[in-house]
């Protein structure tokens, strides 16, 4: 079964072939089947894969597509994790996206976008070289496009899917920038195999710096974050697979493979962290003041996104993806959570509307305030081991980072409460009778809330798990572990108890809160500088250099050939055609003597003869 | 006593009258019978040097002269024929196509 890994993103890409070639003909109930009957046998196949290789790396061939770059698949420990995620949580999100969908239009449309984001997904996790994980990371690109923009006689929809593809390209032409250094270190290969045994230098540090911004563009960290929160136009599965559980993460699993690379390169790790610790509080403090319920979803996965290159930087790349799976379970169970209440008001988004919603979607609820209980960092849930783990690797390498970490902790419980009780408790504050919803959408919540309590058990495995691949530095400090978890866990107590008493505040950040309001001012700076400045004010610029400058040019080189055209013109017909005339005239006028003799006249003729008859004879008699 | 100067005489005018004929007159008609007559004054020249040399040549070269006479009478006139057939007209000074 570990031969046929290649088979595993094909099959999502097949599903997605017959839903967007034929769906149109296809029946809701076919189409219920199919789409997430496909992730179902990737998963099961991806299960079967992974028990088989047991953790040994193996590598998949297909053909050579580029010289020295193949069409290959690698499963290993790492990848392994990826496309259990993936395919498992994905196809949870598919069965519920069956039920949240079910009254709208576009239904095969909506899911054969889908399952061509798992295809690329897949390609993008099971590559064994950066061209061709670039290929899943553009086609990921695509696909998250056409998913926020899936309700596209929206304008807010198409703006919002405009701005994410403008800033991963952003990001990408840093990935591609890094692939060429790639390329000239690896000397041409690109395979992951080939990147260990690699030496420092200024070439390294930049594959390394240049990589980490294309990572920016996917993950969404500063600056390029901007785009994440816009991207929440898309339909609530689509933010719970793509823009939380697994695209975003897309950026933390290429650091983590590339771990050889950072590993190497120390400035720019902890530029990673630095920034990864910027985006996490900067997200954090957004997400207090968000009043939409998916913002503040989307605000926290930015913000537990810096939290994994937090990790990735200090060195602990394991610690990073065992947070990015914590957290594809519990941000996927949120978001899934948050569409159910959507779905039971009807579409209402704005938890100031919201509230009391306890007593009448009781599922939702449950499973969601396990998933608010898990990313706050309560013990015993996912969240709290890996963020521990987190914390703890910082404290050890990078002391101002592990600080600011601790307060986003703090943060992250108040912000997450703080819309648990806007949501679910006190007074309802809108007139709409709210439902729970289907089986279909409540299934797949409580078997990511049952993940959320268990796989945070599993770290101690999953560090052995990973080790052949990322390089663990573990350190068994077991009292300073203690000391942390103890702090860890007074800053989320702290937050849920500040969240009971101020999530009705409408200034919890005192000072802060303005800015925090307005997104740091970040959208106004890009809208600044680039919209306006560059955009409009450069379109001035270049419009006046365009009509003067060139325009100018263009209209001189006009003028100038008018004018050497006008006087060719005059020597051809004043020298030329004049030579031509004089030619002629002069024969004319040689001719004239000759001409008056020739009268046509025959008379004229015979008078000639006879003269010149008379004069021979005259001639003759003279003689 | 009929001399030979007296039809060399009657020749050389007949010669004259034909030569102003061809020379001055418009109606093309008139001009091919001028030539008759120049034709004519020649055979009369040549009979009489045939008489004066007593000489058979000169009558038999008149004869020639006949036959070739009649020939370009029947070329001439019908030249004349299809000219006037084309143009109306048989005059000579409105036959002037062939100039520069």
Redesign the interface.
């Known amino acids: 079964m570990v031969n046929l890994i290649w088979l595993i993103p094909l099959i999502p890409l097949g599903g997605a072939a017959v839903l967007l070639l034929l769906g149109r003909m296809l029946p809701k109930s076919l189409i219920k089947v199919v789409a997430p009957g496909t992730i179902f046998a990737a998963f099961l196949l991806s299960l079967g894969a992974v028990m088989e290789s047991g953790g040994k790396p193996h590598e998949v061939v297909l053909y050579e597509w580029l010289p020295k770059v193949d069409w290959g698949f690698l499963l290993d420990p790492l990848s392994s994790v990826m496309i259990l995620i993936i395919t498992g949580i994905g196809f949870l999100i598919h069965v519920y996206a069956t039920g949240y969908m079910d009254h709208e239009g576009g239904y095969y449309r909506f899911f054969g976008y889908l399952n061509l984001f798992v295809f690329f997904m897949l390609i993008l996790v099971l590559a064994n070289n950066y061209v061709l994980l670039f290929a899943g990371w553009e086609g990921v690109g695509l696909a998250s496009y056409l998913l926020i923009g899936f309700y596209f006689n929206k304008k807010s929809a198409g703006d919002a899917a405009k701005k994410a593809f403008l800033f991963n390209r952003v990001g990408d032409a840093g990935f591609i920038l890094g692939m060429f250094c790639v390329a000239a270190l690896t000397h041409g290969s690109l395979a992951f195999r080939d990147l260990h045994g690699l030496t420092a230098g200024p070439l390294l540090t930049a594959a390394a710096a240049l990589l980490f911004l294309g990572a920016t563009g996917k993950s969404a960290q500063l600056p390029l974050f901007v785009w994440l929160p816009d991207a929440m136009e898309g339909p609530t599965p689509v933010s719970a697979l793509i823009h939380a559980a697994t695209m975003v993460t897309a950026g933390v699993y290429m650091v983590a493979r590339s771990s050889a690379i950072y590993s190497l390169a120390p400035e720019v790790s902890a530029a990673i962290s630095c920034i990864g610790a910027t985006t996490a509080i900067m997200a954090a403090t957004i997400a207090m003041v968000q009043t939409d319920i998916k913002r503040v979803l989307a605000y926290s996965t930015v913000s537990q996104l810096g939290f994994m290159f937090m990790a990735a930087g200090v060195g602990a790349y394991w610690v990073a993806v065992f947070h990015l799976m914590t957290h594809a379970f519990f941000k996927a169970l949120l978001f899934l959570g948050a569409g159910s209440v959507i779905h039971g008001l009807h579409g209402e988004q704005d938890m100031l509307k919201m509230g009391g919603l306890r007593s009448e979607m009781p599922i939702t609820f449950w499973t969601m305030a396990i998933a608010a209980l898990a990313i706050a960092g309560v013990p015993g849930m996912a969240g709290f081991f890996s963020k521990d783990e987190i914390l703890f690797y910082a404290y050890l390498n990078f002391k101002s980072v592990f600080a600011v970490g601790l307060i986003t902790a703090a943060l992250t419980a108040f912000y997450m409460w703080r819309l648990m009780f806007l949501t679910f408790f006190g007074e309802k504050r809108t007139l709409v009778h709210a439902h729970e919803s289907p089986l279909v959408m409540t299934a797949p919540l409580i078997v990511l809330a049952l993940g959320c309590g268990g796989c945070s058990y599993y770290a101690a495995q999953l560090e052995r798990w990973l080790e052949p691949v990322l390089h663990s530095n573990h350190s068994p400090d077991i009292g300073l572990k203690h000391v942390l978890m103890a702090a860890s866990v007074f800053a989320a107590f702290t937050g849920i108890l500040l969240a009971r008493y101020f999530h009705a505040s409408t200034g919890p950040l005192g000072p802060l809160t303005k800015l925090a309001q307005h997104k740091w001012y970040l959208d106004d700076i890009y809208d600044f500088v680039f919209v306006r400045g560059l955009g409009m004010r450069g379109g001035e610029y270049l419009g006046s250099f365009d009509r003067r400058i060139l325009d100018g040019g263009i209209n001189g080189a006009g003028l100038v050939t008018r004018f050497v055209s006008r006087a060719s013109i005059w020597a051809d017909t004043w020298i030329v055609d004049g030579l031509v005339r004089i030619a002629g005239f002069s024969a004319m006028f040689a001719?004239l003597p000759a001409?008056i003799v020739?009268?046509?006249?025959?008379?004229s003729y015979?008078?000639v003869i006879?003269a010149a008859i008379a004069a021979a004879l005259g001639l003759f008699w003279v003689k | 006593m009929i001399t030979i100067n007296h039809y060399l005489a009657v020749s050389a005018t007949l010669l004259l009258i034909g030569t102003l004929g061809v020379l001055t007159r418009r109606n093309i008609v008139v001009i091919l019978m001028s030539i008759e007559l120049i034709l004519n004054a020649v055979n009369v020249n040549l009979i009489a040097f045939s008489k004066y040399h007593n000489q058979v040549t000169g009558q038999v070269f008149a004869i020639f002269v006949i036959a070739v006479a009649v020939a370009e009478a029947a070329v001439g006139l019908g030249v004349l024929i299809a000219l006037f057939r084309n143009k109306g007209s048989v005059q000579a000074d409105e036959v002037d196509l062939l100039k520069w």
């Not at chain 1, 020739?598 to 008379?603: D, N, S």
């Open positions: 001719s001409r020739q009268t046509g006249f025959v008379q015979a008078l006879v």
